[in-house]
């Protein structure tokens, strides 16, 4: 086995770099899925020490979940940062630096300075020293965007020598609006942007806080000029800025411009330690460079660049220029093309891709390890005899529709090794209520819906008045109905729960003309992945279709009995659902015809499996039940069947383990919508383990959803990891917004190299080479609003390691 090697990245510049100098990695979004949690703490102060921050001192680093993004140019660097509650502090710098804004963009922030404390509200701008007695506390959670501003970034223009003895809090308005816009979109669009985009957006940035620096704070000059002089000279700069191209800029004009002498102007500068001339040349110089160096320039002559920044001799600019930078124009500009060109690939894609081509051609225009253990064997019968078995039957007053809480009393409690078997229903039942609710006691508790009672009323996270879209109460903000939930005895934040699949059955139909028989529904929706896609009329549309299960037979399997298409259907209250738009709305069977003779002489493999196995998060009351998450969720992956385990770490006390979704089969990618959806009774062992006892095993260091099987190791890789601590309150909605396989397929890839790293010992190198060589990386879902990407790993790879 190999001695696992730590490999430290550093934030150098506002970009990863291996320590080794000139081994710089491009700019990647910080992600702490990447970390064990023991590197997690160094890693997140490397986060904040990119834009001249660190944790306060006597303050425990961050472990949790964070995230950041991040983008740099020369002097700026902007970062978007989302982590849990803690204290920050500036890392102290020297040189004439702007004060860093930072913009809270929820829940707001205690600012601490001196002996004073202020609560500064989410939307208001802190200008923040990067020197002085202050802090700043996120008492819940730390949701904010950093711009850094250094004197690099000014390219010689003079700031005043701006020195802030305090941090200020700016209300949104006037400029200070203009800032907190500007700021919080660039954030938004930090990874969208072009380098040309970017580089015009930073600059505008720099202006736009140099600006609003110069308002809130009285500059004194390290000669000693006063608050006024260094205002007069603010302007003075901004002035030469919007003429520089002028070739007969001089100092009497700038100087008559602002109502005072020409000799008094040469004060101002002499009192900054420069002088007129060559402030203004160098500040043509720098825009020159600017521009020589930006890909979007690339059509414009060196001549055409030197003119316009009052350069009206070529030769004199290329002297000048040479003189400053130690190239020609010529020569820089090739430079810069070789690198743009060579950096605009992206990483992942081979070959060219044409929008480098394109920036190619321009540019040229210018130029001439542990031993794996299967699953424990049954337990003999005197151990069985020990234990504690329950059941939890299914009905309204036991399933929760739609959602999971920290909140929700449980149903049961049982310990750590007990066994439980738990009556699950699918939410689909309705689809046919004939086949699969009538006569059916637990299912008519749960469907039942009259016109003047619903059974169990909140299907969904949403609100319970039907505000949004008038759908029912919760709004169908999530549809799963989950049984439970469990309390595990003992169980705290930070254990983690195994929870083995004992056995799986089917819930046969209940009703007098097909009593014994089991039938299950599937459906083409409007979240499928294909619904955009449709070739044939009608499109949109959604189909249904109704399966007979038959898991008795040698090869378990199941059959198409009929497909019907969805047509506008009226629940009990009144409501039209145009759409699949809201759980268990009863199918009227008059209401739809009946196609027969689908998907004829197919037998489809039976993958008995549960959709759902969750504890209950510990960020917010109500979590839609859609999106999949660290507390596991809505898997949707066929792997968790009999004899597979799953790991969950533990959010709140006492766990509060639900299980639902039940599926009879399901393919990798569940494209259309939904699996064959089957009602099953599960039978479950449940077994704690301690955070204290975590060491060693290979669910130490637990952050994700983590499924064992006999053969593989199977990690759970998701858009968003953790999307409610990622966006805060707009989570729920925002994860729908913003998932993609590639983020998926990046959560996958890190977390299977941190376990391959930290649990099996490997170096970096060697997990990625055995990633490549030998795990299989396959798509969830892409249906779940958090789509999924997981990686199976063989434990035959390591059958010498013991």
Not at 162 to 171: D, I, R, S
């Amino acid at each position: 086995m190999h001695k696992r090697q730590t490999v430290k990245l550093i934030w150098h510049g506002g970009c990863f770099e291996f320590p080794d100098p000139g081994r710089a990695m491009s700019f990647r979004p910080f992600t702490s899925e990447s970390y064990a949690r023991g590197e997690r703490p160094d890693a997140w102060r490397d986060v904040l020490n990119a834009v001249g921050l660190q944790p306060a001192a006597k303050t425990s680093f961050h472990d949790g979940h964070a995230t950041a993004s991040h983008r740099h140019a020369p002097g700026i660097a902007l970062s978007r940062l989302s982590a849990g509650s803690q204290i920050i502090a500036a890392m102290p710098q020297a040189g004439e630096d702007l004060p860093i804004a930072l913009l809270a963009i929820e829940d707001g922030a205690v600012l601490r300075s001196g002996d004073s404390h202020r609560i500064v509200p989410s939307g208001h701008l802190i200008l923040l020293p990067r020197t002085g007695d202050w802090s700043l506390a996120f008492q819940r959670d730390l949701r904010a965007i950093v711009l850094s501003v250094t004197i690099e970034a000014l390219h010689g223009r003079i700031s005043g020598k701006l020195k802030f003895a305090k941090p200020q809090v700016v209300a949104p308005s006037g400029l200070a609006d203009v800032v907190c816009r500007t700021i919080e979109s660039t954030a938004r669009a930090l990874e969208t942007l072009s380098d040309a985009e970017w580089s015009t957006v930073a600059q505008s940035l720099v202006d736009l806080l140099l600006t609003l620096a110069h308002q809130q704070a009285a500059p004194v000059s390290d000669t000693g000029s006063s608050a006024t002089q260094a205002a007069i000279l603010h302007r003075i700069c901004q002035s030469i800025e919007r003429r520089l191209e002028d070739a007969d800029l001089t100092p009497a004009s700038v100087a008559q411009g602002e109502g005072i002498s020409e000799r008094y102007l040469q004060k101002l500068f002499e009192s900054a330690g420069d002088n007129f001339s060559h402030y203004v040349r160098e500040r043509r110089l720098q825009r020159a460079w600017t521009d020589l160096s930006n890909p979007a320039e690339a059509n414009h002559s060196i001549s055409e660049i030197a003119y316009r920044y009052g350069f009206a001799d070529s030769a004199h600019f290329s002297r000048s220029f040479r003189a400053r930078f130690g190239l020609s124009p010529r020569e820089f500009r090739q430079q810069k093309a070789e690198q743009a060109v060579t950096s605009a690939t992206p990483r992942g894609q081979r070959g060219w891709p044409q929008d480098a081509l394109a920036q190619q051609r321009a540019c040229q225009t210018s130029a001439v390890a542990k031993t794996d253990s299967a699953l424990p064997a049954p337990a003999n019968d005197q151990d069985a005899q020990q234990r504690n078995h329950h059941h939890l039957a299914v009905s309204a007053e036991r399933v929760h529709w739609g959602y999971f809480s920290r909140s929700l009393p449980p149903q049961i409690e049982i310990a750590s090794g007990d066994t439980i078997t738990v009556e699950t229903l699918t939410q689909h039942a309705s689809d046919d209520p004939e086949l699969m609710i009538a006569g059916d006691a637990g299912a008519q508790s749960v469907f039942g819906w009259t016109k003047a009672k619903k059974n169990v009323d909140r299907r969904g996270a949403g609100p319970m008045d039907a505000s949004v879209f008038g759908r029912g109460a919760g709004e169908g903000f999530g549809v799963h109905i989950c049984t439970g939930p469990v309390a595990i005895k003992d169980a705290q934040p930070g254990d983690v729960l195994e929870v083995r699949i004992v056995d799986i059955v089917p819930r046969p139909s209940r009703s007098p003309r097909h009593q014994g028989r089991v039938f299950g529904s599937s459906v083409a929706a409007w979240w499928g992945y294909h619904y955009n896609e449709l070739i044939a009329s009608p499109a949109p549309r959604e189909a249904v279709t109704i399966y007979e299960i038959f898991a008795d037979e040698p090869e378990p399997h199941a059959r198409a009995l009929y497909s019907y298409r969805w047509e506008p259907q009226t629940d009990p209250a009144g409501i039209v659902h145009a759409t699949y738009d809201y759980p268990g709305v009863p199918v009227a069977p008059d209401s739809i015809k009946r196609r027969h003779g689908v998907l004829d002489n197919i037998r489809i493999p039976l993958r008995p499996h549960f959709g759902v196995i969750a504890v209950a998060p510990r960020e917010a009351d109500f979590v839609d039940s859609i999106p999949p998450s660290y507390f596991g969720g809505n898997l949707d992956n066929w792997r968790l069947g009999k004899d597979a385990t799953v790991y969950l770490p533990v959010a709140v006390p006492g766990a509060l383990l639900s299980v639902g979704d039940p599926h009879a089969t399901q393919g990798d990618g569940e494209l259309g919508g939904t699996a064959i959806e089957c009602s099953m009774t599960g039978t479950f062992q449940v077994i704690l383990h301690k955070k204290s006892q975590l060491a060693g095993k290979p669910f130490a260091d637990l952050s994700y959803p983590l499924i064992e099987t006999a053969t593989d190791w199977v990690l759970t890789g998701f858009s968003h990891p953790n999307y409610l601590a990622e966006f805060g309150a707009q989570g729920q909605s925002e994860v729908y917004a913003t998932s993609s396989l590639d983020l998926a397929m990046k959560d996958a890839f890190r977390k299977m190299r941190r376990f391959l790293m930290h649990i099996k010992g490997l170096s970096e190198d060697e997990a990625i080479a055995l990633m490549s060589a030998a795990v299989d990386f396959g798509v969830t879902q892409v249906v779940d609003g958090n789509w999924g990407v997981h990686a199976i790993l063989s434990k035959r790879l390591f059958a010498d390691a013991g």
